[in-house]
């Protein structure tokens, strides 16, 4: 009497607890909790190619080790440019600031894209002087390389080549005879210039997004 009274008191199972009680149902949903994921990033689309915009000349200069350094030794590597000197007392020093965090952000790309630093005042920025100056930021010498060379040859290069503006005063001798532009310039490992990027954080964090899909792609 007792064990007909159990029986019929005794709640049956519905179907999702019984399904949830299965060991196939838990392999079946870690799967897909798995696959869904990656099957949406392999159908996402990336953005669109940047522009190509124009292409830098060949050019051959000097690296802060005395050695030559140009587009030769940057083929098929991915740059961030920019334009300095090393007594410039008003925006390098927070351009350069600016070139330290990204040298970190591209840690692990080191083989796909590298930092370069053209000098616009090569008379005083010799090759000993860049390399004081290169280990005084903490450069990685395998990621950032500092130039030198002729002045009539940086000029015609950063005017011609990159497209931005360079003034020279009459007196050299000062610190603000130099007028240069602040941006950073990305070249793709063709030689080919795809953007300008203004030092701020929003237009950095943009380099830094379009730099990733520059490595992807290549």
């Given at each position: 009497?007792?064990?007909?009274?159990?029986?019929?008191?005794r709640?049956?199972?519905?179907?999702?607890?019984?399904?949830?009680?299965?060991?196939?149902?838990?392999?079946?949903?870690?799967?897909?909790?798995?696959v869904?994921?990656?099957?949406?990033?392999?159908?996402?689309?990336?953005?669109?190619?940047?522009?190509?915009?124009?292409?830098?000349?060949?050019?051959?200069?000097m690296?802060?080790?005395?050695k030559?350094?140009?587009?030769?030794?940057l083929?098929?590597?991915?740059?961030?440019?920019?334009?300095?000197?090393?007594?410039?007392p008003?925006?390098?020093?927070k351009?350069?600031?600016?070139?330290?965090?990204?040298?970190?952000?591209?840690?692990?790309?080191n083989?796909?894209?590298?930092?370069?630093?053209?000098?616009?005042?090569?008379?005083?920025?010799?090759?000993?002087?860049?390399?004081?100056?290169?280990r005084?930021?903490?450069?990685?010498?395998?990621?950032?390389?500092?130039?030198?060379?002729?002045?009539?040859s940086l000029?015609?290069?950063?005017?011609d080549?990159?497209?931005?503006?360079?003034?020279?005063?009459?007196?050299?001798?000062?610190?603000?005879?130099?007028?240069?532009?602040?941006?950073?310039?990305?070249?793709?490992?063709?030689g080919w210039?795809?953007?300008?990027?203004?030092?701020?954080?929003?237009?950095?964090?943009?380099?830094?997004?379009?730099?990733?899909?520059?490595?992807?792609?290549s």
């Amino acid at each position: 009497m007792e064990a007909v009274s159990l029986r019929k008191f005794r709640r049956e199972s519905n179907f999702l607890e019984r399904l949830v009680g299965k060991k196939a149902f838990w392999w079946i949903l870690a799967s897909f909790l798995f696959v869904y994921p990656l099957a949406r990033s392999l159908k996402r689309e990336l953005p669109p190619p940047l522009p190509k915009l124009y292409k830098i000349p060949e050019f051959n200069l000097m690296n802060s080790f005395g050695k030559p350094y140009g587009s030769k030794e940057l083929k098929g590597r991915i740059y961030i440019a920019n334009f300095m000197f090393t007594s410039c007392p008003t925006v390098c020093p927070k351009q350069m600031k600016k070139l330290q965090e990204i040298q970190k952000r591209i840690r692990g790309l080191n083989k796909k894209v590298t930092i370069t630093t053209f000098s616009v005042h090569p008379e005083i920025d010799t090759p000993k002087v860049l390399y004081k100056y290169a280990r005084k930021l903490q450069a990685n010498p395998f990621v950032w390389s500092f130039l030198t060379g002729s002045k009539d040859s940086l000029k015609s290069l950063i005017v011609d080549g990159f497209k931005v503006p360079i003034e020279y005063s009459a007196k050299d001798s000062t610190l603000f005879d130099i007028v240069h532009s602040e941006k950073f310039v990305l070249v793709d490992a063709d030689g080919w210039v795809r953007g300008y990027y203004p030092t701020n954080k929003f237009s950095l964090n943009q380099l830094m997004v379009d730099v990733g899909l520059l490595a992807n792609r290549s």
